[in-house]
């Protein structure tokens, strides 16, 4: 894996924040918040797991236990952070996607979110 799959920029693929709380409520994804720690404390979508894009490695990923046969939607702030753990996710493997316009995009939705700490872990 080479430093290309660090940029932030380019194409990958997305789902909007209605399809991705649809897609929750109906259990057919897994949401891997990529934030900071600091952020994610502030505000999260329920349920979703953590791991700092910083952190990403196999390890890191393998103590997720992420369900292989489910697909992974990626969440950042603005949908920058999240491109890179999407093309990592996809090189090991996982049916890998990013929420379009990241956090920014599910609190202009509306839709549900956590605070302080919580529900937090991982």
Request: glycine share 10%; hydrophobic share 40%.
């Amino acid at each position: 894996m080479g430093l290309s799959q660090w940029w932030p920029f380019g194409r990958v693929p997305e789902m909007s924040p209605e399809e991705l709380a649809q897609a929750m409520e109906n259990a057919q994804v897994q949401v891997l918040d990529v934030r900071t720690s600091v952020e994610h404390r502030r505000s999260r979508i329920p349920g979703a797991r953590h791991l700092p894009i910083t952190q990403f490695s196999k390890r890191r990923l393998a103590d997720l236990e992420l369900d292989p046969d489910r697909p992974v939607v990626a969440i950042c702030l603005s949908a920058h952070r999240s491109i890179p753990a999407v093309r990592k996710l996809r090189a090991r493997g996982y049916e890998a996607r990013q929420l379009r316009g990241g956090m920014l995009a599910w609190w202009r939705a509306g839709l549900p979110c956590e605070r302080g700490n919580e529900g937090v872990g991982g």
